[in-house]
């Protein structure tokens, strides 16, 4: 079974530029998480998704960020204008309802901001 | 606020050691204690996890060890091998799909 797929898995680009992260989820889950990973402050969560509707966005650091679900089988992060703050590994994972059910990681997307 | 705090934040054992990483919640509301494990390059993956109504649960060589009272709780990886370095995270959740994470701890196993 194909896992949570994330693209691309690195991106470097300049300060101020636009970035879109991918994540399409395992088919079937209905939760998807978008977090961010770094070595000051660990895994961080960003927001999630329930039925491709926000719950949770209070770990969204700036407007500067911003996620969109349009559909089960997709959903991106954008980060506008990227600030070298920004570099960090972005994960995405997805689950299932059911009582507390594992979350699913994908690879993540290495992101460097110069 | 750091709501899961986990020690030590890198550890490095010998090949065949005990290797434990603790960890301390503060919301009594949390009722689920999952530990993820992340190898570079990768996402984290469930190792184990355990309810508060248990003391200890064993899966092989990784067991979780869980004080309610004292709102603490560590895994214990027995045997540890040199495939066991990766980095390990705590976390905790209310019963609901959002999950707290701890800092993590790079654990280093050496020959």
């Given at each position: 079974d194909a896992g949570v797929i994330q693209s691309p898995r690195h991106e470097v680009t300049e300060m101020g530029q636009e970035v879109t992260l991918r994540c399409k989820p395992i088919s079937g889950h209905d939760y998807l998480f978008w977090y961010r990973q770094t070595m000051m402050r660990g895994l961080e969560l960003l927001i999630y998704f329930?039925?491709?509707?926000?719950?949770?966005?209070?770990?969204?650091?700036?407007?500067?960020?911003?996620?969109?679900?349009?559909?089960?089988?997709?959903?991106?992060?954008?980060?506008?204008?990227?600030?070298?703050?920004?570099?960090?590994?972005?994960?995405?994972?997805?689950?299932?309802?059911?009582?507390?059910?594992?979350?699913?990681?994908?690879?993540?997307?290495r992101l460097s901001i110069l | 606020?750091?709501?899961?705090?986990?020690?030590?934040?890198?550890?490095?054992?010998?090949?065949?050691?005990?290797?434990?990483i603790n960890c301390a919640y503060e919301n009594t509301a949390f009722d689920y204690f999952p530990w993820y494990q992340q190898f570079p390059g990768k996402g984290p993956a469930l190792l184990i996890a355990i309810r508060p109504d248990v003391s200890e649960k064993k899966?092989?060589?990784?067991?979780?060890?869980?004080?309610?009272?004292?709102?603490?709780?560590?895994?214990?990886?027995?045997?540890?091998?040199?495939?066991?370095?990766?980095?390990y995270f705590c976390a905790a959740s209310?019963?609901?799909?959002?999950?707290?994470?701890?800092?993590g701890t790079k654990l280093q196993v050496i020959p």
């Amino acid at each position: 079974d194909a896992g949570v797929i994330q693209s691309p898995r690195h991106e470097v680009t300049e300060m101020g530029q636009e970035v879109t992260l991918r994540c399409k989820p395992i088919s079937g889950h209905d939760y998807l998480f978008w977090y961010r990973q770094t070595m000051m402050r660990g895994l961080e969560l960003l927001i999630y998704f329930n039925n491709n509707v926000p719950i949770d966005d209070s770990g969204m650091p700036e407007d500067r960020f911003s996620a969109k679900m349009p559909n089960a089988s997709f959903s991106t992060l954008k980060i506008q204008p990227s600030e070298p703050r920004d570099s960090a590994v972005y994960f995405c994972a997805s689950s299932v309802t059911g009582g507390v059910q594992p979350q699913h990681f994908g690879d993540g997307t290495r992101l460097s901001i110069l | 606020q750091q709501q899961v705090k986990q020690s030590p934040q890198s550890l490095i054992v010998q090949k065949g050691g005990i290797s434990i990483i603790n960890c301390a919640y503060e919301n009594t509301a949390f009722d689920y204690f999952p530990w993820y494990q992340q190898f570079p390059g990768k996402g984290p993956a469930l190792l184990i996890a355990i309810r508060p109504d248990v003391s200890e649960k064993k899966e092989g060589r990784f067991t979780i060890s869980f004080n309610k009272s004292a709102k603490q709780f560590s895994l214990h990886i027995m045997d540890s091998q040199p495939g066991d370095s990766a980095t390990y995270f705590c976390a905790a959740s209310g019963g609901y799909q959002k999950v707290t994470f701890g800092i993590g701890t790079k654990l280093q196993v050496i020959p």
